[in-house]
């Protein structure tokens, strides 16, 4: 059963910029955390947790050691020849071949390593923070990320994007048009946003700067895309925190930012 402590709490007030998220069922206070709540008045949200709504896509599962071991040993993509050992400078490309590390496609994936690593970061900070739902979501698209490097190993099309029952279309119209969907303006993350904002947009950026690599490296085109989806999908999360769906209410700026290509 988790308990909450006064520093927790303290951190998640402050963050929070003078209100708290809601805590599930089970949950306990410390003594200090108790009067801490009375002595600012606050009486914490307890919620139970909330079932599966949408169906889960294959794809969006916990991560597994990716590379098979088994079969035929892999050849040189230079000289053609069997792979016994293999040479630091060198990687597995697919179940077949061993090529450079500096070969596009390996420096598209490890990109893609590094955005998934983004991601569960951002999933654990959320978590931190006690936004469940956040951090659920974000653990979706960490698992895309995997079904991208998989496409991709795998010479096969990647899967369609889906997060929190919505689809690749859904996701793009929201982005493009946030005031039609969700009643705020597009936005522009500031000093005094939340820390979970900044932290967002970073993976958001991230997102952006791998589909550029992408085009750069010639993979096929639909891993760009997939890319291209992602991307919006974090900024539909950044939009639904900034809005209060998530968590958080929290004050909207004025600010407004191109809409997003």
């Known amino acids: 059963m988790d308990v909450i402590t006064e520093a927790e709490l303290r951190e998640l007030w402050r963050n929070g910029q003078g209100t708290l998220p809601s805590f599930p069922a089970g949950v306990r206070f410390s003594a200090s955390a108790q009067d801490f709540l009375k002595s600012h008045g606050l009486t914490p949200t307890i919620v139970d947790a909330p079932a599966a709504a949408n169906p889960r896509a294959e794809w ?3 991560g597994t050691f990716p590379v098979v071991l088994s079969g035929d040993l892999p050849v040189c993509s230079e000289c ?13 490309l697919d179940a077949t071949t061993f090529a450079p590390k500096t070969a596009p496609r390996l420096k598209f994936r490890g990109r893609v390593d590094s955005l998934h690593a983004f991601v569960m970061l951002a999933a654990a900070i959320a978590r931190r923070y006690r936004l469940d739902a956040l951090a659920r979501h974000l653990d979706t698209l960490a698992a895309y990320c995997r079904e991208i490097m998989s496409a991709e190993y795998n010479a096969r ?15 793009h119209a929201i982005s493009h048009w946030p005031n039609r969907h969700l009643g705020i303006d597009h936005i522009a993350p500031g000093a005094d946003d939340h820390e979970m904002l900044h932290w967002l947009n970073v993976v958001r950026t991230q997102a952006r700067e791998v589909e550029v690599v992408a085009l750069e490296s010639f993979v096929p085109a639909d891993l760009a895309h ?7 999908a974090v900024y539909v999360l950044e939009l639904m925190f900034k809005a209060g769906k ?4 929290l004050d909207l700026p004025g600010a407004r930012t191109e809409a997003r290509r």
């Open 60 to 62: 969006d599962k916990p």
């Open 80 to 92: 053609g020849q069997p792979v016994r050992r293999k040479p630091d400078h060198m990687t597995q």
């Open 157 to 171: 099309p990647v899967a369609p994007l889906t997060l929190a029952g919505m689809d690749e279309v859904q996701l």
């Open 226 to 232: 997939a890319l291209n989806r992602l991307s919006s």
């Open 246 to 249: 998530l968590g958080w209410t």
